[in-house]
């Protein structure tokens, strides 16, 4: 079974400028969650998502927002992008938190900002 | 705030011996504990995990101990491999937080030969 997969690996863009990130969740989990990791905070919840809702919320900024499609896959958007928003970007999946709370990781998102 | 802890940033152990990787959390709503190896330029990878209705959990090399009262949880790696080298997170969440992982910072494991 395929693991979890996110384009583009390695992403630059500059001050300002908006980014869409994708993640295609292992086959059959319908839970779709991303995680922001930085040197300084460790990696940190953004959101989830379960059937094309958003289910859950970290404590991130309105310029950070996500969608699911109804095949599961997810995008994560971030706009007005800061410096400080350069991390590695994670998405994992589950077959549903509430019931089966192991979360499988994808390789992430390299997201350079200048 | 930091819900969930390691303490010790990095640990050395030679081949063949023991790893305990320590982790401390302070949220008592969290039931349910995760460990994850992470490679550099890598997402983490699932190890092993244990609900909090148990007090340990083994898989193959990998054995994780919780203490509830202590809000304290343990891996244990025996016997360590140099391919064990790598960094571990301890992660926990909960219902009452919709399952979203909360990690810690993480412990880099060095396993000589």
């Known amino acids: 079974k395929a693991g979890v997969t996110q384009t583009p690996r390695y992403l630059i863009k500059t001050r300002g400028q908006q980014v869409t990130l994708s993640c295609s969740p292992i086959?059959?989990?319908?839970?779709v969650s991303w995680y922001q990791q930085t040197p300084g905070q460790g990696l940190q919840f953004l959101f989830e998502y379960f059937s094309e809702t958003q289910r859950n919320k970290g404590n991130f900024p309105g310029r950070f927002s996500g969608r699911q499609f109804s095949n599961s896959r997810s995008e994560m958007n971030v706009s007005t992008l800061e410096l400080g928003d350069s991390a590695l970007y994670l998405c994992?999946?589950?077959?549903?938190?509430?019931?089966?709370?192991?979360?499988?990781f994808g390789p992430g998102t390299r997201l350079t900002v200048l | 705030d930091q819900q969930v802890k390691q303490n010790s940033p990095s640990l050395s152990v030679q081949e063949g011996r023991i790893s305990i990787l320590n982790c401390d959390y302070t949220?008592?709503?969290?039931?349910?504990f995760l460990w994850y190896k992470k490679y550099p330029a890598e997402g983490p990878t699932f190890l092993i995990s244990i609900s909090s209705i148990k007090d340990k959990n083994e898989d193959g090399r990998f054995t994780v101990f919780l203490n509830k009262s202590a809000k304290h949880l343990s891996l244990h790696i025996v016997p360590s491999q140099p391919g064990d080298s790598a960094v571990y997170f301890c992660?926990?969440?909960?219902?009452?937080?919709?399952?979203?992982?909360?990690f810690g910072k993480g412990t880099s494991l060095l396993v000589t030969p």
């Open positions: 992660a926990a969440s909960g219902r009452n937080s919709g399952y979203a992982l909360n």
């Open positions: 086959s059959g989990h319908r839970s």
């Open positions: 994992a999946s589950s077959l549903d938190l509430a019931g089966d709370p192991e979360q499988f």
């Open positions: 949220n008592s709503m969290f039931d349910y």
